[in-house]
């Protein structure tokens, strides 16, 4: 498949990692690292390894889940580059999720006024989401994405390879953000997934998630305008998420989160924008057909406002349709 430039940097699809492997040849680095959480060095790693025939690199292994998306896994991360001896001519490999991705990224970004990384992304979400726009970042206090940079990857790396061992829940998770590009951006695409299942999603369906997300944040890099609209589901979203990791003992993923995050936002769009009632039934209909409901108390209601306030996003209206 033809890789996609994204503001001067290239991401390659089902290329099995060639551009890597020439860079790593290329002996331009000091050092190299791998960051993985505690899943993806033990499923992905070895993967990655045989597939590049690599390893003249230091691992660096967190814990796997949203939860460790904190300043606190970032200060450890950055005690253990320095004392790796990482210098400004190291390379960050991110291999894992957006937890890893963001995470890594930020760090990256951010350890001795930033060093280049690199994204390989081995979830469903990851690799249709997270792998384009250059977004970093990490988790305060529950509420998602508080601190972090715009700082773009000098590649990305989606490899199909990686989805066949994530779990069903985790492909849920990711179908929810390839709804959203069709919902806001590309009605038959939207109709296609409709049409598809979740548990096997194309190669071609992950370049056109990718290719939408990349045509929005090129025209709009830094979400003045057009690129707000890749919220879509994310204010309410990111209260429930940020709700549910502190509340329950086995959180909603991000894709569940947002997912309730499309019905809340499209009923608003009924009073705010063109949506119909017809769209409106369509996309509840369709969603409650893929994604668990969610119950919260109405006593938690201002909570969940207030984690809204605190979103970044809240500035943006919530309610959009592009349909
Ligand atoms: N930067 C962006 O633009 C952007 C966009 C969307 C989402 N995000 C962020 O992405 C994060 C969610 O990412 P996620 O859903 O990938 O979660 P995640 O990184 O937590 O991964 C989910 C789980 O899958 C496991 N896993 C990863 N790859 C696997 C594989 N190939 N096989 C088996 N298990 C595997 C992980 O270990 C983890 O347990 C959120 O923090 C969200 O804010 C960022």
């Known amino acids: 498949m033809e890789p996609l430039t994204s503001a001067g940097h290239t991401l390659y699809f089902e290329s099995d990692l060639a551009a890597l492997k020439v860079l790593l040849e290329s002996n331009k680095y000091s050092k190299i690292f791998v960051l993985a959480d505690e899943h993806t060095s033990e499923i992905c790693l070895p993967l990655f390894q045989s597939i590049l025939d690599f390893s003249e690199f230091d691992l660096i292994e967190t814990s796997a889940g949203e939860e460790n998306k904190n300043i606190d896994f970032c200060i450890g991360i950055w005690k253990t580059l320095l004392d790796f001896e990482a210098d400004r001519k190291s390379l960050m490999i991110n291999l ?133 609209i890749l919220n879509f589901g994310h204010t309410i979203g990111h209260a429930i998420e940020g709700y549910s990791l502190a509340n329950d003992e086995n959180p909603l993923t991000h894709g569940e989160a947002i997912a309730i995050g499309f019905v809340c936002e499209a009923a608003l769009s009924i009073n705010n924008s063109t949506l119909s009632t017809e769209e409106l039934e369509d996309i509840s ?5 893929l994604y668990p409901k969610y119950r919260i108390k109405k006593e938690s209601h201002n909570t969940l406002l207030d984690l809204m306030k605190s979103d970044k996003k809240t500035k943006m209206e919530t309610s959009y349709s592009h349909f």
């Open 96 to 228: 894992g999720g957006g937890v890893i991705t963001d995470m890594g990224g930020f760090i990256a970004s951010t350890y001795k006024r930033g060093i280049d990384f690199i994204n390989i992304p081995t979830t469903l979400l990851s690799q249709v989401d997270a792998s384009v726009g250059g977004k970093t970042g990490i988790d305060i206090d529950n509420v998602k994405n508080m601190v972090g940079t715009f700082t773009l990857p000098q590649m990305v790396f989606i490899e199909t390879a990686f989805l066949k061992t994530l779990p069903e829940r985790q492909l849920l998770s990711g179908f929810a953000e390839m709804i959203k590009h069709g919902l806001i951006y590309d009605k038959p695409y939207y109709e296609k997934l409709k049409a598809s299942s979740y548990l096997t999603p194309t190669a071609a369906d992950i370049y056109r998630s990718v290719e939408i997300k990349n045509e929005v944040v090129t025209i709009d890099p830094h979400e003045k305008n057009l690129r707000k």
């Open 285 to 289: 209909k369709y969603i409650l057909s």
